[in-house]
């Protein structure tokens, strides 16, 4: 019988998070063997790695850093005829904000991310793996350290594995905390000691130019602890969990206005946003209304708690679907317009402006903005700017027109993703709550001066108003 510190909701499905704040639960390498830990490496060994590959492919995982992209199907990218070395690269940056799953595994549950990571190596036969840690986990880059020496003392890393002749070795980089580098080129660029500008695809696709111009796999911390009960499972008695397309189980982090923030672990698609809302996060807090949830991280298309989507059946029919039945899988959210990301789930609640939510989204990406592409290095600023004169009212309603002009001039105009991570917030917020905006808006702040140049300057001519 588990028992845990923090109990998890009926409505939970344990599976990457069976370990996390478990009563007598500690990281160390003894504990985890006590409770069957490196049997799912011992079983891959003995396995053929495209089998394994198979097992992974017939599960229907898709990665759970952003992408929701198959990660069979990510593995077999790697050129067959390739004859150089093959990297596996963890990305342990989390910068999307409003997520925390990843620390909960490092900081907790170390040796389950390794174990996926050695199976992961053998299949796609890496020799050299990175966990790539962001410098603001000071303390799991240590535990990740520590655990992967208590590994090689047990032989799960290193030379000969398991008398098996697969030597691996994992290293733990951190980075500098930077988000651009939790985009896997931009990761790569990072690891390889340059500065982290994304590269361009085709045709730097990782699975075939990566780290060091060779084939490389990025996957997602939770990704890679998945492979670990794949193979324990069975590819698949793993897809029966979920719904078709949207397999096994995955971890929500939901911040902002309700009564019970916190990380969740649910099949995927077997929950809807008003079950995980009201029932596994208590609802809204006392006298307030929730007005809005942004379902993927801060880069996914806000979504209205009054809206009401008309959507596709597979046999060319429709249906309508309210924002509180919207099962939570990648599709039907992408169906919805927008996405389910990293699955940090933002909650705004009725106190909330709606100008300040922008503002503090476009100040995080303004700042964050690598600087390679000009449309996202001087429209993220711009957008900024435009935004800290609405929320201090000294926004005119062109003002508005601009901003919106500005994001969908930056969004698919860069060469990574980070153009539509800041476009994307301003272009639905902007269009889902334009009145509320526009109410923040003069028509007499069109005439007055918007930097302390033109200030200075009319102060001079006497012109100041």
Sequence with gaps: MITYTKPPHPREYRLIF?????EGWDPSIDCYLRDGGYEDLKK???MQPKDITGEVKKSGL???????FPTGMKWTFIPPTNTKPVYLICNCDESEPGTFKDRYIVHQDPHQLIEGMVIS???VGAHIAYIYIREE??????ILERAIEEAKTRNFVGKNILGTGFDLEIYVHRGAGAYICGEETGLIESLEGKRPYPRIKPPYFPAALGLYMCPTIVNNVESLCHVKHIIHMGGDQYASLGVPRNTGTRIVGVSGDVKNPGYFE???GKLTMGELLN???GGPKDGRTLKAVIPGGSSAKILRCDEVYTLKNPDGTSRQLSFWDI?????TIAACGSMAGSGGVIVIDDTRKMSWVLNNLNAFYAHESCGQCTPCREGSTWMKKISDRLVAGEASPEDLETLESIAYQIDGKTVCAFGEASSWPVEAIIAKFRDELLAETSGAAAAHPHNPELIAQQRYLGTAS
């Design 62 to 68: 898709r990665g759970r850093g952003g992408a929701g």
């Design 279 to 281: 029932d596994l996060c």
């Design 121 to 123: 190596s053998f299949a």
């Design 266 to 268: 649910i099949e995927v």
């Design 44 to 46: 891959a060994v003995t």
């Design 18 to 22: 069976k370990n996390v704040d478990r």
């Design 137 to 142: 986990f000071p303390q799991g880059a240590a």
């Design 327 to 331: 099962p939570l899988d990648f599709d």
